[in-house]
T-cell receptor, first 113, second 112 residues
């Protein structure tokens, strides 16, 4: 099992460009999450999907959109990237919302110039 | 806003010593979790302690939870150089079930 995979690993964008970060899990988990991590800080929740077909805002949703494409895949879209979105983005999954541990992907390092 | 506050922010010890990290939080929780992050990598789950538990062990890890003080501690015994990493507590608040709130982390350096 690959666990949680993310693509791409690195990305450089110019201000105003758009991009989609992809995430997939092969553990048959119901819930998936997107976090961002800024230097010296813990993770902050951007959006989550408690189950297929549902999405909800987290702590810092502004400037982002998400799609729960199916049970395996959860994508994060930046419509018009800003330098403040320079960060490392992590996708995670869990069996269900509020149940046990979350499993994390390796992260996407995004720089917006 | 961050639910968990960790202390110390950085810790440097010699191999073989014990390392203790503390986490304080603000609201009532379902559970508290500890994660490890090696440099440039994703987070790895270490241990989960439920609100009705006071202590939990996993190998060289010991976690305590004091809900009256809204605090938790992670003890790593007989540390190894491979334990060098950042450690984060994360709380699953009753008011916000399933949405983990992470602390800022403790960076642990274990010198060989």
């Amino acid at each position: 099992n690959a666990g949680v995979t993310q693509t791409p690993k690195f990305q450089v964008l110019k201000t105003g460009q758009s991009m989609t970060l992809q995430c997939a899990q092969d553990m048959n988990h119901n819930s998936m999450y997107w976090y961002r991590q800024d230097p010296g800080m813990g993770l902050r929740l951007i959006y989550y999907s408690a189950s297929e077909g549902t999405t909800d805002k987290g702590e810092v949703p502004n400037g982002y959109n998400v799609s729960r494409l199916n049970k395996r895949e959860f994508s994060l879209r930046l419509e018009s990237a800003a330098p403040s979105q320079t960060s490392v983005y992590f996708c995670a999954s869990s069996e269900a919302r509020g149940v046990g541990e979350q499993f994390f992907g390796p992260g996407t390092r995004l720089t917006v110039l | 806003s961050q639910q968990g506050e960790e202390d110390p922010q950085a810790l440097s010890i010699q191999e073989g010593e014990n390392a203790t990290m503390n986490c304080s939080y603000k609201t009532s929780i379902n559970n508290l979790q500890w994660y490890r992050q090696n440099s440039g990598r994703g987070l790895v789950h270490l241990i989960l302690i439920r609100s009705n538990e006071r202590e939990k062990h996993s190998g060289r890890l010991r976690v305590t939870l004091d809900t009256s003080k809204k605090s938790s501690s992670l003890l790593i015994t007989a540390s190894r150089a491979a334990d060098t990493a950042s450690y984060f507590c994360a709380t699953d608040a009753i008011s916000n079930t399933g949405k983990l709130i992470f602390g800022q982390g403790t960076t642990l350096q274990v010198k060989p």
